[in-house]
């Protein structure tokens, strides 16, 4: 067994390292250097939220500056992405396609239930009209009666996620950004592999995939939001320290495992004084309690807290600089105008030199306006 010890500091920049933040210029073409991103990280979530550009877009956006909306479109046509569930709705690379079979065997088998109890008769029907008629999207199946179940949705659409999330449907492209639904086997590239992995090799894809991702992990984080797998990654990993797969290491008082290769990014300069302005869905930020544990961040999304209770505002972007969190920036890009409205900027209490701070953001606001269509923005409240 071998064992580490890093300083909170070491520990953040192996983080930040192993997530690309900052990004270093990637080789080749762009749309290889997102394709790159993805699969290095495993997932980028999908939201809906459009205040700033789409947490996918603005994810991919930071990992490669020459990232455009349209490279998702274009590597989901050439199937080298795929939409399924990660924690939540995501793209995934199609060269990890096998490890989303167990949730969807698990669905399909009753073992494991989303958010629709399936409609049997009515999913073998809609599944008849795709076989038959190709392609579908929710809306081409008529619907007179009330709608039920979350967000008022109409059965069909249900019978649809049903079937898309126990993997007889995928979704080969998205129309202003609503699924389009196909039979799995016509959506699938050839040769693509579909062996169900057992369940230590689906174990130790939860450890590798995450730990190169993210540098350092725990259990909890590996199994983040999964059911019934953690006793076989708790084994897996005591197999893998024990025969030198892994590392322990300890930050501080608690400990983590790590890839022995992620240690030698150690060696590699972080680019502290580059900033760069996340979004609320990024990988790095997406497990609240790993973020206050390793860098002090305190982070809660408030659009879904009432008005009257937000602290930050709607949607604060988490802004790093200098390793670290460093503030909050609740925005707003107004297209139509081309203003990026900065409704509240809150700095952490640990930013002392601030004119290196706001030197820093002036320079990567010029790149985030463009990417969200804006020429100028006002800052409304600082703090």
Excluded at 83 to 97: C, N, S, T
């Amino acid at each position: 067994m071998t064992s580490e010890s890093l300083s909170l500091t070491q520990a953040r920049k192996l983080v930040l390292l192993s997530q690309r933040l900052p990004p270093v210029k990637p080789p080749g073409s762009a749309i290889s250097a997102t394709l790159s991103a993805i699969e290095h990280l495993g997932y980028i979530q999908i939201d809906t939220i459009s205040a700033v550009q789409r947490a996918h877009h603005h994810t991919l956006w930071n990992r490669n500056p020459r990232y455009a909306p349209s490279h998702l479109d274009q590597l989901v046509a050439d199937k080298q992405v795929f939409e399924y569930w990660a924690h939540a709705a995501a793209y995934l690379p199609m060269r990890d396609f096998r490890f989303t079979l167990v949730r969807k065997r698990a669905i399909a088998n009753g073992d494991m239930s989303h958010w629709y109890k399936g409609d049997k008769k009515l999913m073998n029907s809609v599944l008849k009209r795709i076989a038959t008629e190709g392609p579908l999207m929710a809306k081409d199946f008529e619907h007179s009666g009330k709608k039920t179940g979350d967000w008022g949705s109409k059965p069909a659409k249900r019978a649809l996620e049903c079937l898309y999330m126990q993997g007889d449907l995928m979704v080969p492209e998205r129309i202003n950004f609503h699924k389009v639904y196909d039979l799995t086997e016509r959506v699938l590239p050839e040769g693509v592999d579909t062996a169900v992995p057992s369940l230590d090799e689906y174990a130790r894809f939860l450890i590798t995939r995450y730990l190169a991702a993210n540098g350092l992990g725990q259990a909890a984080d590996m199994v983040y939001l999964l059911k019934n797998i953690k006793p076989r990654v708790l084994t897996c990993l005591a197999d893998m320290v024990a025969g030198g797969e892994l590392l322990q290491v300890s930050v501080g008082s608690s400990d983590y495992y790590a890839l022995p290769e992620s240690m030698q990014l150690l060696g590699k300069p972080l680019p502290r004084s580059k900033l760069k302005i996340l979004s609320p869905f990024d990988n790095l930020l997406i497990q609240r309690k790993r973020m206050r544990a390793l860098f002090d961040f305190d982070y809660q999304i408030e659009c879904y807290v009432p008005a009257a209770k937000r602290r930050y505002g709607y949607f604060s972007l988490p802004v790093l600089w200098g390793g670290r969190l460093a503030a909050r920036m609740d925005c707003t890009a107004e297209r139509k105008t081309g203003v990026l409205h900065i409704h509240h900027l809150a700095l952490e209490h640990w930013v002392e030199k601030k004119d290196a701070f706001f030197s820093a953001l002036e320079k990567e606001l010029k790149a985030f306006l463009q990417f969200n269509d804006c020429s100028q923005f006002e800052l409304h409240r600082t703090s």
